[in-house]
């Protein structure tokens, strides 16, 4: 077995792990700052949401280089390897290429979001992408990635309530947050969404004389392109929202259906047959995303392909996370809950998982101590969610990941107010 040498970014973010999320922007400005503010050098789409907003990431940037464009695309969280998060003309940018961009990043107190947001300024800044498609971490008006001043187009997804200790507990809270992004006559789209957010957004829009285009009002569902090469029923609904962006970029028709005929975002509603057997793997971990995810399952085992998948589902949750909620939803679909850790020191133990299946009103239910062990015990394939963590180390165990250390994830902070 190969043993994974540590990259200088890795060792660089275990030193500013200790700084966990702390919102604000000073830190992020000064160290842009001192690198010449190279996000002001590029022409950026910024995407925020609660859920969808990588997917529709990655359906603009395929669009973008069907159309001839030479982008770059950062988005988060990585499922398996830190690469993940930093694309270059549709792929993974190497090791040795972190490392020479973050070479250009000054000595800071930076935290681990900031560290590799000014490392992906540094990045494409050097590449000189055409364009980046640049995804929010956590909110948007206090997120790391909102330095930049003037994007090319800004997209907001589908709000719903998820981080709420830090975004707030209303859409409407959670909305003002996401609206951060939301630029001076910068054109913004926004994606379906509950009116109580959308009425939101349009005000910040309009305070910021920001041209906003509702996308369910000029993309219809006949607009997708057929050959849409994501799965699940909410994928449509990222693909009007990443067309509605796209036509403010003047892509043009033909650009856009051979992008979103061979995008691909790993992780969410992905299809694996392994071992004779059918797996779905899901990043879902939340109501929104977890509706979701059933509607979309219950429709394909109408359709065909899902009658082959078995109501077994494999859940693992970060103890944060709306777990009830999210159990009762998938309840619909799955009647044997086996409940596992994810690789998070926020993950909630298997076995109060598992209790709260039997509360949820799955009749089956046991708790594993490994992900691995799940899935060898699940003779059906199954249906694995509840993290992105876990959809990441799912997609290992099945054959679709290289291994790759764990880096642990970001302890947050209270946003400060507005």
């Known amino acids: 077995m190969s043993v994974h040498v540590q990259t200088g970014l890795e060792k660089a973010l275990e030193s500013c792990a200790r700084f966990g999320v702390k919102p ?3 830190a992020i400005r000064a160290v842009c700052a001192a690198m010449g503010d190279p996000q002001n050098s590029l022409r950026v789409v910024h995407v925020a949401g609660t859920n969808g907003k990588g997917a529709v990431c990655a359906l603009i940037d395929s669009a973008l280089r069907a159309a001839g464009f030479r982008t770059g695309r950062y988005t988060s969280p990585h499922l398996v390897a830190l690469n993940e998060r930093f694309f ?115 005000r910040i829009a309009a305070e910021r004389n920001a041209p906003c285009i509702y996308a369910p009002n000029v ?54 047959e392994h071992c004779g057997r059918c797996f779905l793997v899901d990043g879902a971990h939340n109501p929104p995303a977890m509706r979701a995810l059933v509607d979309s399952v219950k429709v394909d085992r109408t359709d065909g392909w899902a009658a082959f998948l078995g109501r077994t589902a494999i859940c693992g949750f970060c103890g944060d996370k709306d777990v009830a909620a999210n159990l009762r939803i998938l309840r619909e679909v799955a009647d044997c809950g086996i409940a596992v850790p994810i690789r998070n020191p926020r993950s909630l133990p298997p076995e109060r998982t598992a209790a709260m299946m039997r509360d949820a009103g799955f009749a089956d239910v046991r708790a594993c101590p490994s992900l691995q062990q ?19 180390e799912a997609l290992e165990h099945l054959g679709l990941g290289a291994s790759a250390p764990f880096i642990p994830n970001e302890t947050f902070l209270p946003l400060p107010s507005a």
């Open 24 to 26: 604000g922007l000073d």
């Open 88 to 202: 270059l003309d549709g792929a993974p940018v190497s090791d040795a290429t972190l490392d020479s961009a973050l070479r250009q990043v000054p000595p800071a107190s930076l935290t681990y979001f900031e560290l590799l947001t000014a490392t992906a300024f540094s990045l494409y800044a050097h590449e000189s992408v055409d364009y980046l498609v640049l995804e929010t971490g956590l909110g948007g008006r206090l997120d790391a990635t909102n330095v930049v001043k003037h994007p090319a187009v800004c997209a907001i997804t589908r709000i719903g309530l998820d981080h709420c200790d830090w975004l707030g507990h209303s859409l409407e809270a959670i909305a003002a947050e996401k609206g951060g992004i939301i630029k001076p006559d910068v054109p913004v789209v926004l994606g379906e969404m509950p009116p109580e957010a959308r009425c939101v957004l349009e």
């Open 374 to 392: 799940a899935l060898e015990n699940a003779p059906d394939g199954a249906v694995v969610c509840g993290s992105l963590f876990l959809a990441g």
């Open 219 to 272: 993309v219809g569902d006949a607009d997708v392109p057929s050959g849409l090469a994501l799965g699940g029923k909410f994928n449509r609904e990222n693909a009007r929202t990443a067309l509605a962006a796209l036509s403010v970029l003047d892509v043009g028709r033909a650009a856009v259906e051979r992008g979103f005929s061979s995008v691909v975002w790993p992780g969410r509603y992905q299809k694996v």
